[in-house]
C-alpha cells in the first residue's frame, strides 16, 4: 500500500543533517542578512535621496519618501 501523498513533495526535509543543534542560534543567518540589508540601504541612501527629490522638487518629502521606503 503507498501511504505517499501529493503534498509530501512539498513538506522540507527535517533530517538530522539540515535541522540546526539543540545549540545553535537560529536567528545568527537572519542577523547577516539584516546586516547585509542595512549596509545596502546605507550605500544606495544617497542616490534614493537624490532621484527622490527628481521625482518630488521637495527636500523634505523627498526625504520622507526614501525613509518610508527603506522603511517598507
Known sequence: MDTS???DADMPDFSPAT???PGA???APNR???LGFQALCTRLR???LRFAQWLTR???LAEDVVQE???R
Do not use: V
Open 25 to 27: 542560534d537560529p536567528d
Open 32 to 34: 547577516q542578512d539584516k
Open 69 to 71: 521606503s527603506l522603511l
Open 5 to 7: 501523498s501529493a503534498f
Open 58 to 60: 521637495n527636500n523634505s
Open 19 to 21: 535541522c540546526p543543534s
Open 46 to 48: 544617497p542616490d534614493l
